[in-house]
């Protein structure tokens, strides 16, 4: 927690301690209204007393009023600024943090969790800041002002407000004791209510489809139920200690009135008077003293929420990168060599390695395919020259520099990734293709046009609503599948890269384009290097190398006539799609 407040900027740091001075004289004034209050009661009990120094004391109470009404606005402005600021940089951090997360982190912490640390979580901490700037610091103050004035106004008094005292601190103590553990857990609900509703809505078509309505409100109700019970639980605790710190102040102005009555009687005449306004001033000095502890402890509970969600912060914040910078910029020539040199891969807490010992050399200009069945290991395999995940043997080379060598900028500066399943972001289809930086000047008009130009893109685009400018929804929901390849191959090629990296980006194409797209690409990309996934073998017959791989091991390599002679496994493939409507 405290290390989240080192966010504070000195601006911030000024405008508190403006907040305590400021504070420090709003408990003076609060504690001036007794005086005056003491003083009406005496002049009112006195015959003959003036009227104008009652109007006086009122006068001044009403001023001191007031003072607090003024201060109180002021600070609230202040907290406001500070800890929506503090807010703000919190996210920051948070986002940027998980913008460096590898694909193995974003796993390990789930999305629905990392959504919830960003939001909800900070939400948190920037509440409890402010009402521990606003009320919290305040309250220790009043209590300890109120106590010293309390000191010399009689020992029996104090001694009945120092027994509440205690009966209040072992109330709070066991509500703590019983609520903090569940604030944990009201978290770790909040994420799993999160996770539920994600799901259901990414996959609301399926949940149509399948007629699954009744299923998933189940699954929501039973997160939801969760959530609620356990906010109840603690909602009821608390809901316990605030009519019981009422019912203690109440009891305790008894209770000092009581005290009080038995000093008075037992007094002489004479001193009566100055006995029963100092019970008056007593009295209220005793409930400022309750009410800065009930303050406390209501503080107490937002700090304790505020703890664990600093906690699930600093998670965030702390967690290890795995995937470490290198600092080499520029590779050996010649550019666009990729080499794998005995790759061995296993995802992070699997039991068994997903490659194993991958070796091949694709060299500038070359196209090297990459066929195999289902969950064979092929876009694990791809995923490895980007260093989504690193390697956990041997090693994968770029111009004959390890990839873990380079900056990862620089890494990916080099290559142009399209990823199995496309990604749009909500824009115009000119900010998703002329997408990110590369290190060079920004993707100019023309490059864009150019680019799905040769994804052969362009007849759907310039038919869309503002053609280059049109509008993509978030997820690209408003393309077709296809027409989503196709621009996220267009993403690729306006990056003008060294390596291409196609992991099954030609799927969803029919023949026709499929065959069009790779004539283009071979005339345009003229010294790129390619690395090409597909399922068909009619995508990748014109490779340079084709690899086979199965069950994360490559069973033949060669071109396709090669292989057609010799990789049993190869030609079963070709086989069953050559025969019907291929090539
Ligand atoms: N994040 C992950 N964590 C653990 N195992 C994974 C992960 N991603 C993939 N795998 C496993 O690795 C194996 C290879 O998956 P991969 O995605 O590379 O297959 P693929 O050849 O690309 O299949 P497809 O043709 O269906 O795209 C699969 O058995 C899969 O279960
Ligand atoms: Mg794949």
């Given amino acids: 927690m405290l290390r989240l407040l080192r966010l504070l900027t000195w601006r911030d740091l000024i405008l508190i301690f403006m907040c305590l001075c400021l504070i420090v004289a709003q408990v003076w004034l609060s504690l001036k209204l007794p005086d005056y209050m003491a003083t009406i009661t005496r002049l009112v009990q006195t015959p003959h007393s003036a009227m104008r120094d009652i109007l006086y004391a009122g006068g001044m109470m009403m001023l001191c009023t007031l003072g607090i009404f003024v201060i109180t606005f002021i600070t609230g402005f202040f907290v406001a600024k500070t800890s929506s600021g503090l807010a703000m940089r919190l996210r920051r951090r948070v986002f ?40 919290g ?8 002002w109120a106590a010293l004035k309390m000191y010399d106004k009689g020992w ?19 509500i703590y004791a019983l609520a903090i553990p569940k604030f944990t857990i009201v978290q770790k609900q909040t994420d799993n209510l999160n996770r539920v509703t994600r799901e259901n809505l990414a996959g609301i078509r399926v949940v149509h489809a399948y007629n699954a309505e009744a299923y998933q409100e189940r699954k929501f109700g039973r997160a939801n139920d969760k959530l609620t019970k356990t906010s109840l639980f603690t909602h009821r605790l608390m809901s316990v200690a605030e009519p019981g710190t009422q019912f203690l102040l109440t009891g305790l102005i008894l209770a000092i009135y009581l005290v009080g009555a038995y000093i008075i009687n037992g007094a002489p005449d004479a001193a009566r008077l100055g006995l029963f ?44 990168i795995n995937i470490i910078d290198g600092t080499v910029r520029h590779g050996n020539a010649p550019s666009g060599t990729i080499e794998f040199r005995d790759v061995c891969f296993r995802y992070p807490d699997a039991s068994a390695d997903t490659l194993h010992n991958i070796s091949f050399i694709a060299r500038p200009g070359e196209t090297v395919a990459i066929i195999g069945a289902t969950g064979s290991g092929k876009s694990t395999l791809v995923n490895l020259v980007p260093r989504f995940y690193d390697v956990t ?24 990734y399209a990823s199995q399943r496309a990604v749009m972001f909500r824009g115009t289809v000119t900010s998703n293709v002329a997408y990110g930086d590369n290190g060079r000047r920004r993707a100019t008009r023309e490059m864009v046009r150019r680019a799905v130009k040769i994804a052969q893109a362009k007849n759907f685009v310039e038919k869309m609503d503002g053609k280059y400018n049109a ?55 003229g010294g790129a290097t390619t690395l090409l996934v597909a399922q068909r073998v009619g995508t990748i017959m014109n490779a340079d190398q084709i690899l086979v791989l199965e069950n994360g091991r490559i069973v033949g390599r060669g071109t396709h006539d090669e292989l057609m002679k010799s990789c049993p496994i190869y030609i079963e493939i070709a086989k069953s799609q050559l025969g019907n409507g291929g090539e």
Avoid at 293 to 309: E, G
């Fill in 156 to 174: 029996e008094w104090t001694a009945v407000t120092g027994i509440f005292v205690v009966v209040l601190l072992m109330m709070i103590g066991t």
């Fill in 96 to 135: 940027d943090k998980t913008m460096s997360f590898s694909i193995g982190e974003m796993n390990k912490f789930s999305t629905a969790s990392l959504i919830t640390r960003t939001t909800n979580d900070i939400t948190q901490i920037q509440m409890f800041f402010m009402m521990a700037l606003k009320i």
């Fill in 137 to 144: 610091i305040r309250a220790p103050i009043m209590a300890v």
């Fill in 277 to 320: 306004s100092d019970m008056i001033v007593f009295s209220s000095y005793a409930t400022q003293v309750i009410a800065s502890f009930m303050i406390l402890t209501f503080i107490l509970l937002f700090l304790s929420r505020a703890t664990v969600s600093a906690r699930r912060i600093n998670q965030v914040l702390d967690a290890p």
């Fill in 471 to 525: 509008k993509i929804a978030q997820g690209g929901t408003n393309l077709s599948g296809g027409q989503r390849q196709r621009l996220s191959i267009a993403r690729a090629v306006c990056r003008a890269p060294e390596i291409y990296i196609f992991d099954d980006t030609f799927s969803a194409l029919d023949y026709k384009t499929d065959r069009a797209l790779r004539a283009e690409l071979r005339r345009n990309t």
């Fill in 393 to 416: 043997s041997g090693a994968i080379l770029v111009d004959g520099v390890d990839v873990r060598n380079y900056t990862q900028r620089a890494l990916r500066n080099r290559l142009g």
